[in-house]
């Protein structure tokens, strides 16, 4: 049974930097491309990018400047940073597995990160 | 700046038949766009129904079926359970990584 669980800091002020950690237990953690999502009221889901265990990367490009996803293979874990965060960044963020070209089958609890000054 | 629509909400009766609908701004949804649909319950996550247009997860009941229909993908709920009151959201593969979801379709079972 597969289960990604994610922790990170949930209330930033202006122009700090968010940081999320996703961990997967179950499973394969190579042969997936593994993923961030956010959720916002006025934006819906947006994909935010990926990352394999090999360490190859695809953003979004509207956030691309901004993030940053790595991995760490030996803990079957991996993490998002969002640089500069605003208002704008406040959104349930979640983890998930992708299978393929965005069959995210697999999914975190969600972490709700607020920006406020 | 590529946009998936789908129908803002919907309205079913237990035991009826619905609908919902995925239409992409850059033209006809076919095969290659690997539609899939996910549908979410208040302070859940998404949870994944169908992915490449009309395959279903081990999970997913079978009275949850996709298709593609006059250019747009498609769920299709047969025998509509009191349960699958909830937001649906579909999801399109675009290339390079590319994907977009739609804006959602809030259903309601009355």
């Known amino acids: 049974q597969v289960q990604l669980q994610q922790w990170g800091a949930g209330l930033l002020k202006p122009s700090e930097t968010l940081s999320l950690t996703c961990a997967v237990y179950g499973g394969s953690f190579s042969g997936y491309y593994w993923t961030w999502i956010r959720q916002s009221q006025g934006k819906g889901l947006e994909w935010i990018g990926e990352i394999n265990h090999g360490g190859s990367t695809n953003y979004n490009s509207s956030l691309k400047s901004r993030v940053t996803i790595s991995v760490d293979t030996s803990k079957n874990l991996f993490s998002l940073n969002l640089t500069s965060v605003t208002a704008a960044d406040t959104a349930v963020y979640y983890c998930a597995r992708d299978r393929h070209y965005g069959d995210f089958d697999y999914w975190g609890q969600g972490t709700l990160v607020t920006v406020s000054s | ?110």
Request: hydrophobic share 30%; charged share 10%.
């Open chain 2, 1 to 110: 700046q590529t946009v998936v629509t789908q129908e803002p909400s919907l309205t079913v009766s237990p035991g009826g038949t619905v609908t919902l609908t995925c239409a992409s701004s850059t033209g006809a949804v076919t095969s290659g766009y690997y539609p899939k649909w996910f549908q979410q319950k208040p302070g859940q996550p998404p949870r994944a129904l169908i992915y490449s247009t009309n395959n279903r997860h081990p999970w997913t009941p079978a009275r949850f079926s996709g298709s593609l229909l006059g250019g747009k993908a498609a769920l299709t709920l047969s025998g509509v359970q009191p349960e699958d009151e909830a937001e649906y959201y579909c999801l399109l593969y675009y290339g390079g990584a590319e994907v977009v979801f739609g804006g959602g379709t809030k259903l309601t079972v009355l």
